[in-house]
Structure formats: C-alpha cells, structure tokens
C-alpha cells in the first residue's frame, strides 16, 4: 500500500548502514526524530465540505486526506505535524473525457475550483489547495490509463493521461517499444503530469525530454475540447503543443495523451568513470555533450555528492580498496563520478562509449568498470526511499534544480551551495549538500543540488527554516543566470520568481492563454502565475 505520509510502497524502506548514519552525524550533529501524528488524528481536522453532491464525487475524509497534498518538503511537514490546513472539499475519479466534461460543467455551475492530480508526486506545491471561500475538487486521474492506440508504422502511441509511468512501460515492452522516459519519479507520475510539467527522464539523452516525445493531446478545458494533432512536424503557426507543455493544469485537464515511441533497446549498458578534480570531470562532459555521441545518459556527481554515495553504498571493504586504487590513479580527496550510459543496438553502444572514454581519458578520466553503474540502474527509483527512512533519524531532505550555459555552471553549483550553507549557519545549523548534473547538453546542463538538515521537531520552526533555505537557494540561482526550473515546474514554490525569467510582457501573455481557455479561473488557481498575476 502507498503512504499517506511519506514517500512511495509502505513495504519498501531504504536500510541505512551504520557508517552512512555516523557520516552524517559528524556533519550535521545528531537528529532528534519528530513525533508524527496519526491519519486518524490529522482526519479529525478536516472541515464539512462545502461541495453540493454529486455521483462522481467522493466527499469522504480520508479520500480528502490523502489527495490534498504532494511531497514537497512543506507537504511533508504539514502530513506529519498534523498540519494540512486546507483539504479539498471533494475527490473525484472519472473513467472518460466525458465525466471531465460532467465535471468541468459542475465546477462552472457552482464555481467551484478544480485541482488535476496524478500521481501525487509533485515536489513544488501543484497540488495544494488554494485558501478561501471557493469550494476545491481534486480530480484524480488514475482511472484514465488505457493503451487507446499503437501505431508501429509511425511509432506513435496513445494512451489515457493518467497511466503511471510502470505501467506505461509495461504495455509498450509488450510490444517490442520504450517511451524511455525515466524521472526518478516514476513508479508514481503519471504521463499527463509529466506533460505539464514538462519533465525530464533519466536518460533523455537518447530519447529526449517530455516535449521532444510528446506528438499529440486530448484536453478538456472550461472553454471545449481541445485536440492537438499529430504531425511529424509543422509551419502552420504557433505549435499548440508548446501552449500545453507545462501549463500545470491552469489551461484544463488532459485526458490523452500521444507519444513517439521507440523499439526497445538490444543493449545498453552504464558504466563509471572517476575524475581526479571538477574542473576536469566538467569539461570532459562538456567536450562529451557536445561530440553529439549516441549515449543515453551522462550524470555527474561533484566531491561531496561522490563521498556521499560510495559511503551510502555499505560494502565498505570493497569500497576501501576501490578508494586505494583511485588514490594510487590520482583520484583522492576531490575525486567527482561520472555515470554514463548507452543504449541501442551493441555495435552503436560500444562505439558511443569508445569514443566517451577517449575523451575522458583525456582528462584523466579513470574506467571503473560498470558494477557501479549496473547497481544505479538497479536502485535509481529506490533511492528516494532516503527520504523515509532519514526523517525517521530526525533529519529533512530537499532538493533544488536549475539548468544554466556552461560558462555558468561551476559558479550556480557553489553559490546555491553556500548560499544555503550560510542560512543554517545564522541559525547555529550545519547543512550537508553536493550536488550533481543531472542532463547535459551541447549548451550547458542542469545543475541539482540535495540538502540535508536536522529536524527541529516543532513544525512553525521546521516551516519557517525550509522557507529561509528555499528563498536563499532560489535567489542563488536567479541572480546566477539560471532558470527557476529545470524539470520540477513552478507550483506554488517557484512562482514568486517566473517573472524575473519570463518579463513582465511574458507573464501577460500567459495569464491571456490561460483564461482563454478557462474565462473563470477554476483551473489549478494560484499556481504557476505570480499571486499578483492571477487570472481573476
């Protein structure tokens, strides 16, 4: 069963070893586990909802409960302090575009505000219900999840927005193709919210990122139906496609969803690579990115983030005489990893790595071989069970993420690092962050950074210190030339700092788009668009 509070199956818990805890204790100091309460206690809060009844609605408070948060780190807080202060007064699961359709009608009647959800698994406030006097209906997706056509000619399939991202797979591997898209997120995201929020996967090296797979959609808006068609490509004026990308549910709710599928791979592979310093593991990722070699990922990890996973990884014998060799190579204290990866058919794969480890090399690149990489592959959905099993040692864990050119990025990756340094440290706090580039490209890269910090067991406190190393993170990357997101979205998180991105004509012609297709501003209110922003 999936947790209410937390993140992912109950089942499923990440074992913290001994030696991970005590490295993390030196850093930060000992963490004192807060008491969380009960899905009882937290339901016994929840007002009368002020929803009028109707058949597809669910009105239940526990239904309410778990549909009115995502897992952002304030999301969080307020599940486990027992703190939600705004449920949504209603829940409902359509099975069709018609019962959108019923839906979208009912909320016009009785105006009442609609909250498109997925998978629940948005990290910047997408979900959270808006306060006020407006009655709010979340409008779950799940039940839209069917293979609705596979065109193998084209390579085009077409699936009901709310398919999760396992079983997505699932039905295409049926049939000899992979989307290929791989957020970390995707045991529980849903193909829809990956559209409007226009997600990255892992190894969108290869297959592109949600806006390069995504042909066509269905979405149903307060103003009709909206069809995108699919082309191979078009000059016939503004690609409407672009307009729905990352609209973040302000537009309406897409309800299908097409994509450009691919045949599976015959092979691919992930291999590690470590680097004696930054300087040169980042430009050889550069020079990599930019010799346009058929790889499927590039991932590297600066000195801190390194320490970090080899020390989370347990095997410590093994890890010891790893380390020996490295130092003996060259590779010691600084030592960055890189995990690169390959897929297609084998002869490409062997000359695309080839030709990565010639660079590297040039570089003082170091080949370890591909166990580490194997053993990411096999746990890169699992090691957001961190999360879980570190709040229960009394520590938080956040993240940040931002994408730059590369002449900036080694100054965004320390100035989001120290910026957040210099926060906890006010407070008489240590921070444990590293950092990694998560997608490369010709350009430049995303630059995602990871913070740990003890939990002070009072929730106003742990808000209020979440707010501070959030604002300071953010006013880092804006003030270093980076973009506020880079694949999480905007929500209600990042929205105070679209308009230094997009001018203030920009976040006009957004607010313009998105009444259009919803004159009374039911849609998803207070997200994306700037508070003062909103369309009223």
Not at 111 to 139: D, F, M, N, R
Request: charged share 20%; net charge neutral.
């Amino acid at each position: 069963m999936r947790r209410w509070n937390g993140w992912g199956d109950d089942s499923i818990t990440y074992a913290l070893n001994t030696d991970a805890l005590a490295f993390l204790q030196e850093r930060i100091g000992m963490g004192k586990p807060p008491a969380d309460v009960t899905q009882e206690q937290i339901s016994a809060t929840a007002p009368v909802t002020r929803l009028h009844p109707h058949p597809l609605i669910d009105i239940t408070v526990g239904t309410r409960m778990r549909h009115s948060l995502g897992q952002s780190l304030p999301d969080w807080l307020k599940m486990r302090y027992g703190k939600i202060e705004n449920f949504p007064d209603g829940v409902a699961f359509p099975e069709s575009s018609e019962d959108i359709r019923t839906l979208l009608d009912y909320a016009r009647q009785h105006q009442v505000a609609l909250i498109p959800y997925g998978g629940g698994t948005s990290v910047v406030g997408h979900l959270t219900v808006p306060q006020g006097a407006q009655a709010v209906l979340t409008v779950v997706m799940s039940r839209l999840s069917c293979l609705l056509n596979l065109d193998k000619e084209a390579q085009l399939a077409t699936f009901g927005a709310g398919i999760f991202g396992p079983d997505l797979e699932a039905q295409l591997r049926a049939h000899g193709y992979t989307l290929g898209h791989f957020p970390q997120s995707f045991e529980y995201s849903t193909l829809g919210g990956w559209v409007v929020t226009r997600s990255s996967g892992q190894q969108s090296l290869r297959y592109g990122r949600i806006e390069q797979l995504l042909a066509g959609a269905r979405v149903e808006t307060p103003a009709g139906r909206l069809d995108i068609r699919t082309f191979p490509a078009s000059a016939a004026g503004t690609d409407l496609r672009e307009i729905l990308l990352g609209s973040e549910g302000r537009m309406g709710i897409v309800t299908e969803v097409t994509v450009r599928i691919t045949p599976l791979p015959a092979c691919e592979e992930f291999h590690a690579i470590f680097f004696p310093n930054w300087d040169a593991a980042q430009t050889a990722v550069r020079q990599i990115s930019q010799a346009k070699l058929s790889l499927s990922m590039l991932r590297l990890s600066n000195e801190t983030e390194t320490l970090t996973s080899l020390t989370l990884a347990g095997h410590k014998k093994l890890i010891a005489l790893l380390e020996t060799y490295l130092t003996w190579r060259g590779c010691a204290d600084q030592k960055c990893l890189l995990l690169i990866g390959a897929s297609g058919d084998k002869t490409n794969v062997k000359q695309a790595l080839r030709a990565a480890l010639k660079i590297a090399r040039q570089h003082y690149g170091i080949h370890a071989g591909q166990t580490m990489g194997e053993k990411w592959k096999q746990g890169r959905f699992k090691n957001v069970y961190l999360r879980n099993t570190l709040w229960q040692h009394g520590y938080a864990v956040d993240t940040v993420e931002t994408a730059c050119d590369w002449p900036k990025v080694k100054g965004m990756m320390h100035s989001v690092e120290q910026s957040a340094k210099d926060t906890l440290a006010s407070e008489g706090e240590k921070l444990h962050t590293y950092t990694h580039l998560s997608h490369l490209y010709a350009q430049g890269a995303s630059v995602y950074t990871t913070f740990a910090y003890r939990l002070s067991g009072d929730y106003d406190s742990d808000l209020a210190r979440w707010k501070r190393l959030k604002t300071a993170a953010c006013r880092a990357i804006v003030e270093q030339g980076g973009t506020i997101s880079h694949q999480h979205g905007v929500g209600t998180d990042h929205a105070a700092y679209l308009a230094q991105e997009k001018g203030a004509l920009g976040i006009e012609a957004m607010r313009q788009v998105f009444s259009h297709f919803d004159p009374q501003g039911v849609m998803n209110p207070g997200k994306l668009l700037p508070a003062n922003e909103q369309a009223t």
